[in-house]
């Protein structure tokens, strides 16, 4: 079945203790990226990939990293994480060019920084 | 500053009422636009992309169309399981490739 897959699902952590969220698609897209998705404020983007070895910031690039060393993978890493990046997390893949494809989007990673 | 604006927020219809939902943009050269459905605590789910204007796509009670300006995402006669958050995306964003702008979102609510 084609899928995004991303773990864990949920996290509860305490501030500054380094996190990686995992993301990985078995489509074959080059293109991924990661959102962020709080009440009032919708779907921001955090940093995308055109392919492996790219990735550019999105609009709230700020307190994250990310790599993307394999074509199907492309976690999000928080070196030190604070409690406003409490938030639900989608990580997202498409074909190509996201403003040519579908993209496809993970269950969701529901995180909380305590 | 570029943005997608959706409208209205929260929608309440009876089963069978038709409505139609906005989404406006201030992006100049729009190569795309997107419709998604999100259902509470999932991922976004792919609707459909319009790329040009007086172009309509339909899926079931949905037709979105795009003008110049805005997209309606048009439901007719719609029934409690299109209750979700419908969000509209345009890539435009700033001129920059993969950069991809949602708007906040029309919750969508269907009362049998």
């Known amino acids: 079945e084609a899928q995004v897959t991303q773990n864990p699902r949920y996290l509860i952590t305490v501030t500054g203790k380094k996190l990686t969220v995992t993301c990985s698609q078995n489509?074959?897209?080059?293109?991924m990226s990661w959102y962020r998705q709080d009440p009032g404020l919708g779907l921001r983007q955090i940093y995308y990939?055109?392919?492996?070895?790219?990735?550019d910031k999105g609009d709230v690039p700020e307190g994250y990293k990310v790599s993307r060393k394999e074509k199907r993978n492309f976690p999000l890493i928080l070196e030190s994480p604070s409690p406003n990046q409490t938030s639900l997390y989608f990580c997202?893949?498409?074909?190509?060019?996201?403003?040519?494809?579908?993209?496809?989007f993970g269950p969701g990673t529901r995180l909380t920084v305590l | 500053e570029d943005q997608v604006t959706q409208s209205p927020e929260a929608l309440r219809l009876q089963e069978g009422e038709s409505s139609s939902l906005n989404c406006s943009y201030t992006v100049s050269g729009l190569r795309g636009l997107f419709w998604y459905r999100q259902d509470p605590g999932k991922g976004p789910e792919f609707l459909f992309t319009?790329?040009?204007a007086g172009e309509e796509k339909e899926k079931e009670r949905l037709k979105a169309t795009l003008t110049k300006k805005e997209s309606f995402l048009h439901i007719t006669a719609p029934k409690p399981e299109d209750s979700a958050t419908y969000l509209c995306a345009d890539p435009s964003h700033g001129g920059s490739q993969g950069n991809l702008i949602f708007g906040k979102g029309t919750k969508l609510s269907v009362k049998p």
């Open positions: 319009l790329y040009s």
């Open positions: 489509m074959n897209h080059e293109y």
């Open positions: 990939s055109m392919n492996v070895e790219v990735t």
């Open positions: 997202a893949s498409s074909l190509r060019d996201r403003g040519a494809d579908t993209q496809y």
